[in-house]
């Protein structure tokens, strides 16, 4: 009773108006049915879908208990995957994700949470501390309801009632997808990491990126509507998390409309083989479908996506552009950003790790990633359907993930362009995708200290 009653409330509150209704969208009168009686999943997953040689769509057996309330409106629901599904942390705790439903819908946004990546012991089991793998310990029920105060945090694309910023997908259907495999959501393969100090047992982690993402995507399949409308998002790892995804969901879920926005989370072309001085991504790269077992998730990506090549990761940006041309997709960051570059290349180059000081370090890790940057940006100015945009410094996080907290100090000042623009363009039905890159390196930095950001920062 308490959760119809909440949700026939907060729909006259998220303002469902029939003359705005959009694709996916129910009549008021469904609405009103589906808070007594939810429809059902129109689209479960096939026989033949269950038995692919690889990367099936997988089910809960049915006498396990995965706590899902169809009914439950506009509340967190911790959804429980069996291990049957493929579905596990990188430290063989159960995997588990979060719905947040709505009533008057069936658009959905599937969210992919921020977080490090890991390759060796120290990461993978959180000794390095942000940079390392998140969730190293698995992920806790309540990990997303309101007894958790950072998960209004996150961004406005998951908190559907954000102060000051909109956004039309609040009104929609919310996966989190949490992160504690340490791939970036990419991964399909069990390390044993050694302890490099010899004191501790061998790391046994399970890089198991891909198989999550598929178990999420079959529950979906099995248990609600198919979407009318779908977004793809995240940032940081959940950003690379979401392209790298995208193909599969896109596919798989087949909404009518269909959209990505990649915060902060860039794959840049490194071809193999290629210049490192040209290509700085090449090292990484190359650490990482090592790791990872990146050659069997792009051999099977490639065979209905053509122009993804295991040599060289970057093709996935022109790949996803030219199999999809009318789909929007669009991705953010910051050419400040400290954090995401600070991945990339840190570990990887004597010259940082042996840098004098830390602005000597953060001057080459950026000088790499301006030349990362400049060459996506070209790729994308000749995609109408993918948008890049690149305002220049945000004084939060180190200018790290632009839709985290709000979408706020994300414009380029002198095009007079806020983020909220950018995403506003995505998110359209027309024209080319927004393409911006901020060249004024002065104007974000003048800008008044701002209190939330400063609040914020203490906490992360």
């Not at 030219?322 to 570059?341: A, C, M, T, W």
């Amino acid at each position: 009773m308490r959760s119809t009653i909440a949700a026939a409330a907060a729909v006259l509150v998220l303002g469902f108006a029939p003359a705005g209704a959009e694709v996916g969208d129910y009549t008021p009168a469904q609405t009103r049915e589906n808070l007594e009686t939810p429809l059902p999943a129109d689209r479960p997953v096939t026989a033949h879908e269950r038995t692919a040689p690889l990367y099936p769509l997988l089910a809960n057996p049915e006498s396990f208990e995965d706590n899902f309330a169809p009914g439950a409106y506009l509340e967190w629901q911790t959804i429980q995957l069996h291990p049957d599904t493929g579905a596990i942390c990188g430290n063989g705790s159960p995997y588990k994700f979060f719905l947040n439903r709505a009533a008057s819908t069936s658009n959905t946004v599937i969210y992919f949470e921020g977080g490090g990546a890991c390759w060796d012991y120290p990461s993978c089991t959180g000794a390095e501390g942000v940079r390392g793998a998140r969730n190293p310990d698995g992920i806790p029920d309540n990990y997303l309801d309101t007894s958790n105060p950072a998960a209004s945090l996150v961004s406005p694309f998951v908190f559907r009632q954000h102060p000051w910023s909109r956004v039309k997908t609040q009104r929609w259907n919310i996966v989190y997808v949490p992160y504690c495999t340490g791939d970036v959501y990419h991964g399909d393969k069990t390390a044993v990491y050694e302890d490099p100090a010899g004191q501790k047992p061998p790391l046994v982690w399970r890089h198991n990126g891909v198989r999550n993402v598929r178990a999420v995507l079959s529950w979906l399949r099995d248990n609600i509507q198919q979407p009318g409308q779908l977004l793809v998002t995240g940032c940081s790892a959940g950003g690379a998390g979401a392209i790298n995804n995208y193909h599969h969901l896109r596919r798989d879920l087949a909404a009518q409309k269909n959209f990505l926005i990649d915060d902060s989370g860039p794959i840049f072309d490194a071809p193999v083989g290629a210049s490192e001085r040209q290509y700085p991504s090449r090292r990484l790269h190359e650490q990482i479908k090592a790791a990872w077992g990146l050659a069997a998730v792009i051999d099977y990506a490639s065979g209905d996506l053509p122009g993804l090549v295991l040599n060289n990761l970057g093709s996935l940006n022109r790949a996803l552009a030219e199999k999809y041309p009318h789909d929007r997709l669009g991705i953010v960051f910051f050419q400040q950003d400290l954090n995401y570059s600070a991945y990339s290349y840190e570990r990887f180059y004597e010259d940082i790790v042996n840098a004098p000081n830390e602005r000597a370090e953060a001057r080459r890790i950026l000088l790499r990633w301006a030349k990362d940057t400049a060459r996506l940006k070209a790729t994308l100015d000749q995609l109408p359907n993918f948008g890049g945009y690149f305002p220049y410094f945000r004084d939060l996080n180190d200018s790290h993930c632009a839709t985290i907290v709000d979408f706020r100090h994300g414009d380029v000042q002198e095009l007079g362009l806020e983020l909220s623009d950018f995403i506003s363009s995505v998110l359209d039905d027309s024209g080319p995708v927004l393409d911006a890159f901020e060249e004024d390196q002065q104007a974000d930095k003048d800008k008044p200290v701002d209190l939330i950001y400063f609040l914020v920062g203490l906490l992360i």
